[in-house]
């Protein structure tokens, strides 16, 4: 008998993938939502699947649960191009905020012309300032309400083929602003690519914006006091997971808030042991 192909008495069986082994724990239905995590976290805790699958598996379950409002970029962070700039005024601030898509507005941010590819600005340039007519490229403006589903959001981004959505309050202005790659990253976690910087000061602190951070758990106290210039007494605690611990008065889950002082930590990732992965948004005082 040919030794090519593996005899029907064989008593090996192909290794199971983690899905099968997850599907396999399953030794009674869920009832509810929060008994089908505790079965996730379960088999994470049993080794059928791993940290990064458990986080992605909780952060699809989250955004169905999450509004536009909730993850939206605010108002006040817009990065929006005006219909009327030269095209040295637009090219300048391109490439100063390195994003692919940017809203084009009138008079003011609640005056959406359309939306602006970065790619479609190099035909205008190459052909001059003479004829540079910003509206002959743009695309049309997708607004949606704050109260709109985050994962039916996303649903329609992938149906429809676009990208970024505008955020309408209950008057008809615009609030904010959410893009795909926004909704993946409550999915996944932190998306970087080649045009975001690299922090330099601290490993452990990752700066998104003028206002937000992304910081892990296990960041010193005295790391996080000197970055942010703030007064956290180490004498309790070695990092500013430890604090947040204190200041939630449980193991918080992710998407949980707490607020100290004019400082917002979101819970990003934790698991049944610790905190992980926080965002931190600076308010306003």
């Known amino acids: 008998m040919s030794d090519d192909y593996p005899s029907s008495t064989s008593t090996e069986k192909p290794e199971r993938s983690w899905l099968d082994k997850l599907l396999h724990s399953f030794s009674t239905e869920p009832k509810s939502r929060d008994e089908l995590l505790e079965i996730i976290k379960d088999a994470a805790d049993n080794h059928l699947l791993d940290p990064e699958a458990l986080s992605i598996i909780e952060g699809a379950m989250d955004v169905s649960t999450l509004h536009a ?18 095209i040295q005024e637009t090219l ?3 490439m100063s905020s390195g994003h692919s898509r940017y809203p084009v507005i009138g008079e003011n941010l ?17 052909n001059g300032t003479e004829n540079f007519n910003l509206e002959s490229v743009l695309r049309p403006a997708n607004i949606v309400p704050e109260g709109k589903r985050v994962n039916v959001l996303l649903r329609e981004f992938r149906e429809d083929r676009y990208h970024m959505a505008l955020i309408m309050d209950e008057y008809g202005g615009i609030s904010g602003l959410l893009t795909i790659e926004d909704i993946l990253e409550e999915i996944v976690g ?12 601290s490993d452990s602190i990752k700066r998104v914006s003028e206002t937000d951070f992304i910081i892990k758990a296990l960041t010193h106290i005295d790391d996080f006091n ?26 918080p889950k992710r998407n949980e808030v707490a607020h100290i002082n004019n ?21 306003e005082e």
């Open 92 to 94: 300048e601030q391109v």
């Open 263 to 283: 400082l917002q930590f979101r819970v990003l990732y934790a698991d049944n042991r610790q905190i992980h992965l926080l965002r931190l948004t600076i308010l």
């Open 190 to 201: 932190e998306i970087e690519d080649e045009t975001d910087e690299e922090e330099e000061t």
């Open 226 to 251: 000197t970055y942010f210039k703030t007064e956290f007494s180490d004498e309790d605690f070695d990092t500013i997971g430890g604090i947040l611990m204190q200041e939630f008065g449980h193991l």
């Open 69 to 86: 409002r909730e993850i939206m970029v605010s108002r006040s962070q817009i990065v929006a191009l005006r219909i009327d700039a030269s």
């Open 110 to 126: 609640d005056d959406v012309r359309g939306i602006l590819l970065a790619k479609d600005l190099l035909p205008l340039a190459l």
